[in-house]
Nanobody, 121 residues
């Protein structure tokens, strides 16, 4: 079983920066995708960013709103992924969830418990 713990959420002023961390434990994860989603109350969970494993290495994908302001990274030795968010906007106020997608064996998706980010004036 995979457990994931997120940290780094909180209140940040508009225009400020914040870094989220997610560390997975429980067993060794190999060749997995690691990323982030977010969800506002009453809305569906939406994709933010992902690092995807390929035979040629890792690639990074971002939703359009995140491309210019967010940076995703990972540390495979630590089973961790990070999301650096700059120039925060009020619309970034959401609960952010860490995700691990394991295509083989699987496919299987693992989720963190979520961390709240609130962007204040």
């Amino acid at each position: 079983q995979v457990q994931m713990v997120e940290s780094g959420g909180g209140v940040v002023q508009a225009g400020g920066s914040l870094r989220l961390s997610c560390v997975a434990s429980g067993r060794t994860l190999v060749n997995v995708d690691m990323g982030w989603y977010r969800q506002a109350p009453g809305k569906e969970r939406e994709f933010v960013a992902m690092t995807r494993w390929t035979w040629r290495g890792y690639t990074s994908d971002y939703d359009d709103f995140a491309k210019d302001r967010f940076t995703i990274s990972r540390d495979n030795d630590e089973n961790a992924t990070y999301l650096e968010m700059n120039n925060r906007k009020h619309k970034d106020t959401d609960i952010y969830y860490c995700n691990i997608h394991e295509p083989d064996p699987g496919p299987e998706d693992y989720w963190g418990q979520g961390t709240q980010i609130t962007v204040s004036s």
